[in-house]
């Protein structure tokens, strides 16, 4: 089984910067795909942004993009999630995401394609 725990949630103003990060332990496998989802009260579970196993493509829904960035430090089980000019409408709990893939460089955009979940992290931005 795999356990992801999220960090670096909180309370920001509106046009801050948060990073979040995720850390994978327990029986986790190579390679892997790694995504970011948040769901905000009465909404459904959005993608954020979506990473490769090899980090080489990323994907990020239209509102994210030029604001917030992926990444991954696969040797210590890592994804990041930076989030600049933070808006209100951003104040969600977001959680990441694993799944297992094969060495291509594919992203997945579907809460229903991951396997393993983390609790998630309360990000709230005050305008």
């Known amino acids: 089984q795999v356990q992801l725990v999220e960090s670096g949630g909180g309370l920001v103003e509106a046009g801050g910067s948060l990073r979040l990060s995720c850390s994978a332990s327990?029986?986790?496998?190579?390679?892997?795909?790694m995504a970011w989802f948040r769901q905000a009260p009465g909404k459904a579970r959005d993608l954020v942004a979506a990473?490769?196993?090899?980090?080489?493509?990323?994907y990020y829904a239209d509102s994210m993009k030029g604001r917030f960035t992926i990444s991954r430090d696969s040797a210590n089980n890592t994804v990041y999630l930076h989030m600049n000019n933070l808006k209100s409408e951003d104040t969600a709990v977001y959680f990441c995401?694993?799944?297992?893939?094969?060495?291509?460089?594919?992203?997945?955009?579907?809460?229903?394609?991951?396997?393993?979940w983390g609790q998630g992290t309360q990000v709230t931005v005050a305008s």
């Open positions: 990473i490769s196993w090899n980090g080489e493509e990323t």
């Open positions: 995401a694993v799944r297992g893939t094969y060495y291509t460089s594919t992203v997945f955009l579907k809460a229903s394609e991951y396997n393993f």
């Open positions: 327990g029986r986790t496998f190579s390679p892997y795909a």
